[in-house]
């Protein structure tokens, strides 16, 4: 590598580095030639998490969460900041508030809708004033739900109603990160969370639909209202009449028997949780488009879009502010530079 091309690479700094996506984060980023700087609060935990990723020589900045100052200093003079904690709701937020503080672009990996409405009501305005750009919730349902939701709306002559789901098709559960997440906002994975019908955001009972036939199924699966960030970030840039998210109802009674003293219990995420995201787009006379997008591990298949997010926040020009990711990038473009990594996706009629 010359010297011009090193000078080229954006500096990034992750916080969240020990989890398990952190991990997959700091391994990509090393794939690419970049060497993060790792910001966290426990020096020794973060040596190692470098070490396992093969960057044993990455900078190390401490910074707690409850440490405003350290943390706007930790992530001066960076290009961008990723985070990937668990519980954005009770965590997520200084660590992007101190990006902004030090006028770095920002990307996370998070899923709660709670989180992405207070990204984009109070914080959007202040990283427009910054002139720095977030992308929050970049995950792999969420980046695919918004990009493919944009594209498959656009083949339809009316208003679309979007209804997507994420099957997990592995073994193994999910990660203590993932659990955490869940933990922190229960009432909310449980009620099902918003969904967004002429205009506005709605909670309560789903209007429809009530099963799914996913693909390779013959007979249709009894689905329930499952919160999911598409359902805010798409009616900001395309003409849908409808959208919302579902899952199995089995994950639902999964849900229910969630609780606080298992999380020590769980054990590490299956490395091979591979996944379909589902999403259909209907107007009202019944015609239907179906996306589908494929990865072969949840976990690593987020880290690394949101690497890909990340990078190109420093390559792309984009305005300043929270941005959903269709109104940060080319969508065909991005989900594109994700086959190489086996994630597959397309768009076909259904009727």
Same mark, same amino acid.
């Given at each position: 590598m010359t010297n011009t091309e090193t000078q080229s690479l954006p500096t990034i700094a992750v916080y969240g580095a020990t989890g398990h996506t952190g991990n997959y984060v700091l391994s990509e980023l090393h &794939? &690419?030639?970049?060497? %993060?700087?790792?910001?966290g609060r426990n020096e020794t935990r973060l040596r190692d998490a470098a070490v &396992? +990723?093969?960057v044993p020589t990455a900078e190390i900045r401490i910074a707690d969460l409850d440490d405003p100052a350290a943390l706007t200093t930790a992530f001066t003079e960076v290009d961008v900041v990723i985070s990937t904690l668990p519980a954005y709701v009770t965590l997520g937020e200084p660590v992007l508030a101190a990006a902004i +503080? +030090?006028?770095a672009h920002y990307t996370d990996t998070s899923g709660e809708q709670l989180f992405l409405k207070k990204v984009f009501d109070e914080y959007g305005p202040r990283a427009e004033a910054a002139g720095v750009t977030l992308l929050p919730g970049i995950t792999n349902s969420n980046l695919p739900g918004d990009l493919l939701g944009h594209l498959a709306a656009r083949q339809l002559p009316a208003p679309a109603a979007i209804v997507m789901s994420l099957i997990a098709r592995g073994e193994g559960?999910?990660? &203590?990160g993932s659990a955490e997440t869940v933990l922190a906002g229960l009432d909310w994975f449980r009620s099902g969370g918003w969904h967004y019908e002429n205009g506005e955001l709605h909670t309560g009972p789903l209007p429809h639909p009530s099963a799914m036939t996913f693909p390779g199924d013959s007979t249709p699966t009894p689905v329930a209202k499952f919160q999911q960030p598409p359902v805010l970030t798409l009616p900001r840039h395309t003409n849908v009449s409808f959208v919302a998210g579902v899952v199995a109802t089995d994950m639902l009674t999964q849900l229910a028997n969630l609780t606080p003293d298992i999380l020590n219990s769980l054990p590490a995420p299956s490395p091979h949780l591979h996944y379909d995201l589902v999403l259909d787009a209907t107007t009202p006379d019944g015609t239907t488009i179906r996306a589908l997008l494929t990865g072969p591990?949840?976990?690593r298949d987020t880290a690394l879009m949101a690497v890909e997010a990340a990078t190109r926040l420093t390559t792309t020009p984009t305005k300043p502010g929270a941005l959903? %990711? +269709?109104e940060a990038f080319t969508p065909t473009d991005f989900l594109n530079s994700l086959t190489p990594h086996g994630i597959t996706w397309q768009i076909t009629p259904v009727n």
């Open positions: &794939r &690419r030639g970049i060497t %993060p700087i790792l910001v &396992r +990723a093969g +503080a +030090a006028g559960g999910g990660s &203590r591990d949840a976990y959903s %990711p +269709a």
